[in-house]
């Protein structure tokens, strides 16, 4: 074992966390998985992990715990909740939290962890299950420097936009602005597609001109193939960005900060839940735009 490798306990093996602890493992990190499903588990063993039947066995002689789940409810239940992380994992431990909730239940998290010996980071991720596998995400980390300075090693494996924001909770806080605009950049996106098409104009050629341009962004390489072949296979699903946009809503409302546009795509990604496609992935944003165009969508 080298002597930056960690022996690190993986909480949550889904779409971004599976990729996320594999990725892990090939940079040499000894990598112990749980999730709740154990066919995720066994995924992940077959990458070269270990699995563990509970959370106590999966941090019961870590370095670093990361959790990856998807909302505050779950983050409170592996982490503050009986059976916890909390209860098990050893004093000076790092918990790294790289799930998207509330500013708040970070600085809960981080508190209840400090009463424990343990430390903490909340390190949001963007770039979607693409970037989780590639190991390129940009990951926003809320913490002390020192702790952020330890878990170099471990952010390197998984992304390649790492930056320390602040103290406990700007990491969420961030995350919250990237979704807002995430959203943005998704609706602006279907509205195009939808007035290019009803003008009759070659989409894929009118796409690929757009992306050299200004117009260019990340969203639209990413979800440019999703948008022509109206493949919309969940990489990031329309509930969760409706999770996202209720934070970003309530965080902006704190600290007095308008969302005049926000507020509208909020409305849109709750149209689109209610419309039955909380299950897509979130460029289906395009469908509620088609229905919108008197077309029943693709």
Partial sequence: MSATSRKIAFIGLGIMGGPMAANLVRAGHTVTGHNRSRAATDTLVAAGGRGADSIAEAVSDAEVVITMVPADQQVKEVVLGEGGVLEHAAPGTLLIDMSSITPQTSLEVAAAARDKGLRTLDAPVSGGEAGAIEGVLSIMVGGDPDDFADAGPV????????????????????????????????????????????????????????????????????????????????????????????????????????????????????????????????????????????????
């Fill in 155 to 298: 952010f390197e494996a998984l992304g390649t936009t790492i930056v320390h924001v602040g103290p406990h909770g700007a990491g969420q806080t961030v995350k919250a602005a990237n979704q807002l605009m995430v959203a943005i950049h998704l609706q602006a996106l279907a509205e195009a597609v939808v007035f290019l098409e009803n003008a009759g104009v070659d989409l894929e050629a009118a796409l690929e001109v757009l992306g050299g341009g200004l117009a260019g962004s990340t969203v639209l390489a990413r979800k440019r193939d999703a948008v022509l072949s109206r493949d919309f296979k969940p990489g990031f699903r329309i509930d969760l960005h409706h999770k996202d946009m209720g934070i970003v809503t309530d965080a902006a409302r704190a600290v007095s900060a308008p969302l005049p546009v926000g507020a509208v795509v909020a409305q849109l990604v709750a149209s689109a839940r209610a419309c039955g496609d909380g299950g897509l992935d979130h460029s289906a944003l395009l469908r509620g735009v088609e229905r919108l165009a008197g077309r029943d969508p693709r």
